[in-house]
């Protein structure tokens, strides 16, 4: 059975940092892509960045280039998101997610509709 269990959301201040992490069990990391995406209260849910460990492929909304990164340790069942400079704007619910792979050539990969499997949530709050 798959499962995604995200920690790591909390309360911060406008430029500081956050590192969300995805434990995944019941299937294997490199078959599938891992994503992250958030929803703000009144907002639709935003891919912000999804991952493929098979090969390393990464994409990330344009609202959070050179400052979010995802990634994973070799070894390990668990995908992280790593949140430098953050701002207001970011302040959501973050969910991790996976979907099978591969993808249809020009998929939109952090289109929530290829993900079956989603986690729980964490909220990120930011302040200024």
């Known amino acids: 059975q798959v499962q995604l269990v995200e920690s790591g959301g909390g309360s911060v201040q406008a430029g500081e940092s956050l590192r969300l992490s995805c434990a995944t069990s019941g299937f294997t990391l490199d078959d599938y892509a891992i994503a992250w995406f958030r929803q703000a209260p009144g907002k639709e849910r935003e891919g912000v960045s999804s991952f493929r460990t098979k090969d390393g492929s990464i994409y990330h909304a344009d609202s959070v280039k050179g400052r979010f990164t995802i990634f994973s340790l070799s070894g390990q069942n668990t995908v992280y998101l790593q949140m430098n400079n953050l701002k207001p704007e970011d302040t959501a619910v973050y969910y991790c997610?996976?979907?099978?792979?591969?993808?249809?050539?020009?998929?939109?990969?952090?289109?929530?509709?290829?993900?079956?499997?989603w986690g729980q949530g964490t909220q990120v709050t930011v302040s200024s």
């Open positions: 997610a996976a979907a099978r792979q591969p993808f249809k050539r020009g998929a939109n990969w952090l289109d929530a509709a290829h993900y079956a499997h």
